[in-house]
């Protein structure tokens, strides 16, 4: 069975780190590209930063471009998205993405989300 769980979501002031976590079981983790996602109310889903199957090739949001880094542990089949600078329009529920990028069948699959909040 395919899980993506997410994990790290607070609320937090500007300015300060926060560090988003996906645990994924149920698949071949290094054979699926990894993203997170966003999404504020009232707005559409937007990537915010994509990781290769090694973590050899990464790709951000010009929004959080130099803020935020994504990395991966393929050991551990996890993801990480560590924000620094935080500010009060990166309020969203974050989501773990995994779509397949070697091998077959083709594969996409969602976690659940983790509500991040930055406010004063």
């Known amino acids: 069975q395919v899980q993506l769980v997410e994990s790290g979501g607070d609320l937090v002031q500007p300015g300060v780190s926060l560090r988003l976590s996906c645990a994924a079981s149920g698949f071949t983790f290094s054979d699926y590209a990894m993203s997170w996602y966003r999404q504020a109310p009232g707005t559409e889903r937007e990537l915010v930063a994509v990781?290769?199957?090694?973590?050899?090739?990464?790709n951000y949001a010009d929004s959080v471009k130099g803020r935020f880094t994504i990395s991966r542990d393929n050991a551990k089949s996890t993801v990480y998205l560590q924000m620094n600078s935080l500010k009060p329009e990166d309020t969203a529920v974050y989501f773990c993405n995994a779509k397949r990028v070697s091998g077959r069948p083709p594969g996409n699959y969602w976690g659940q989300g983790t509500q991040v909040t930055v406010s004063s």
């Open positions: 990781i290769s199957r090694y973590g050899g090739s990464t």
